[in-house]
């Protein structure tokens, strides 16, 4: 039974209050760690919060600046020179959402690798470490590893140091009691607190300006508007800002589709979100956010998880946290600014963690060489180049394992199992692809001599022309040059091949052909 949003407004009022403080240190340690004004994050925030929870049908899913997307956002800004031209790209994003949605592209998440998608996310999570390194230590940015050693801010590192341990100690079971207070509140209190501590008494710690948080403060309702924003749309065409975008839609998409998909598996009441519609929505959402210098926004796990897990029952706890954020942005921006970098490093830091893991390692390598070759390909070459570049290279290395495995006969035959003179099945599988053609030429070249064979195509739905050419070159010409009796049946009249009747004089040896998953089976029929 589907509750009104009035009557849950309670219940969903005080999970966007909790929202709300998870995602303010989010939105600006994101902005941190993508290179761009710390403003653009909350007007993620807000808009993902506001805008997309108002046209998404998802019921608890948070929308935000995602940590997934900071790379792509890092190298956006480098490569097209100024931020107002990546709004642009951020815009255009928007606009290729949205035309997926309408395209009804919703299931694309579908077509990715799972291995890929992880490299891709523990590759992000590896960036994110490493980007905020010297923000967790107080060294410039650009310094080398000995200059870094010898220049760090103790006060900044005490701070990480504290707000780290805190996030740690708040993920243990016997912190569940206090878990009404998200652990990043908490560290950025600390932070603050502690800074404010060293000012008084230790001023050689003290934490400077520079570390900390920078929001742009306006007296005034005109300068509020002032602090915003706006594309240098004249760069539109620019190819630079096209591929920038695609690469931010695509990667935002999956992003969306894989965090809507697992939130509508643990939401208590099962309801479904419409693929299509959360793409339009993520779309105009976006698309808003370039136009008023916001960060590009997906769907997010971290926050979505936490709206659930704090009694959220409609999508207005999302729309309540947006309007937080806009108030807080709006009203106490000075305090905001009281928040040391530190803090938030120590927030991306275990953000980081999480996305690369060693148990996700250990996990992948489990799975056999088929899922960590491509997962390792997707982490080294997005670490070492860029996003776009890793990601191609992955699913190009996935592309080559599934060849690889489909080349690689399954059902390879030896001849000191398979000897002359036995009747031998190949069942064809319900898809034969081109895929198959090496996996069968290689089974078929590897007959015994004076056996008997038997090609069944009783349950296929569709064979592909060129398995078809390979199987009619062994009938009329192989298996005669190896005495080899061949026998058709099951192939549909539309495929022009003459089955054989009274096929079984023997008891054969089945040997199954799977387009997908080939398997060795020997039974007796």
């Given at each position: ?235 539109i065409t620019n190819s630079d800002v096209i591929i920038t975008a695609l690469t931010i839609a695509a990667v935002a998409s999956i992003e969306t589709l894989l965090c809507i998909e697992a939130v509508d598996k643990i939401d208590p009441e099962r309801r479904l ?33 936490a709206n659930m897990n704090a009694g959220a029952k409609t999508k207005a706890s999302t729309i309540i946290h947006g309007i937080l954020i806009l108030v807080c942005s709006a009203f106490i921006p000075g305090i905001l600014n009281m928040i040391p970098l530190g ?23 489990a799975n056999g060489k088929y899922e960590w070759v491509p997962f390792m390909v997707t982490v080294v070459a997005v670490v070492s180049t860029d996003l776009l570049v890793g990601v191609g290279l992955g699913l190009l290395t996935s592309m080559i394992a599934i ?123």
């Open positions: 039974m589907k509750r009104s949003i009035l009557s849950n407004i309670k219940n969903d009022f005080s999970s966007g209050i909790v929202v709300f403080l998870v995602a303010v240190p989010l939105c600006l340690g994101i902005a941190l760690a993508s290179g761009a004004p710390f403003f653009s994050g909350l007007i993620a925030g807000i808009i993902g919060g506001i805008v997309i929870g108002a046209v998404s049908n998802s019921h608890l899913s948070v929308s935000g600046p995602a940590a997934g997307l900071t790379a792509i956002v890092l190298a956006g800004i480098t490569r097209l020179g100024t931020f107002e031209t990546f709004l642009v790209a951020v815009f255009l994003a928007g606009a290729f959402q949205l035309l997926l949605g309408f395209l009804r592209a919703g299931s694309v998440a579908n077509y990715f690798p799972s291995s890929v998608i992880k490299g891709m996310l523990t590759a992000i999570g590896i960036i994110i470490i490493l980007k905020q390194l010297p923000h967790a230590f107080g060294y410039a940015v650009n310094a080398r590893a000995s200059e870094a050693l010898s220049n760090l801010h103790v006060g900044v590192t005490i701070i990480t140091l504290v707000s780290l341990a805190i996030l740690v100690l708040w993920e243990k079971p016997f912190m569940k009691k206090l878990k009404a207070f998200p652990g990043a509140l908490v560290a950025v209190v600390a932070g603050v607190l502690l800074n404010l501590f060293f000012n008084s008494f230790f001023p050689q710690l003290a934490v400077g300006a520079k570390h900390l948080v920078q929001v742009p403060v306006a007296s005034n309702f005109h300068e509020f508007v002032g602090l915003f924003t706006f594309p240098n749309f004249s760069a979100t419409n693929q299509n519609r959360e793409l339009k929505a993520q779309g105009v959402g976006n698309m808003l956010s370039g136009l008023v210098g916001g960060l590009p926004i997906t769907s997010v796990i971290v926050r979505s998880t803090t938030l490093a120590a927030i991306l830091l275990l953000t980081g963690y999480k996305l690369a893991r060693i148990s996700i390692f250990k996990e992948m390598f060849l690889y495995g489909n080349m690689k006969n399954p059902y390879y035959f030896h001849k000191e199992n398979h000897h002359a003179g036995e009747t031998i099945k190949i069942a064809l599988s319900e898809e034969v692809s081109f895929l198959n053609k090496a996996s069968i030429k290689l089974t078929l070249d590897h007959l015994p001599y004076n056996s008997t064979v038997v090609i069944d195509a009783t349950k296929s739905h569709y064979i592909h022309f060129d398995v078809l050419e390979l199987i009619r070159e062994f009938k009329n010409i192989k298996s005669t040059e190896k005495n080899i009796n061949c026998m058709l049946m099951g192939f549909k009249e539309k495929y022009k091949i003459e089955n054989n009747h009274n096929v079984f004089s023997e008891r054969p040896t089945f040997v199954s052909a799977n387009a997908n998953h080939s398997k060795k089976q020997t039974q007796t029929a």
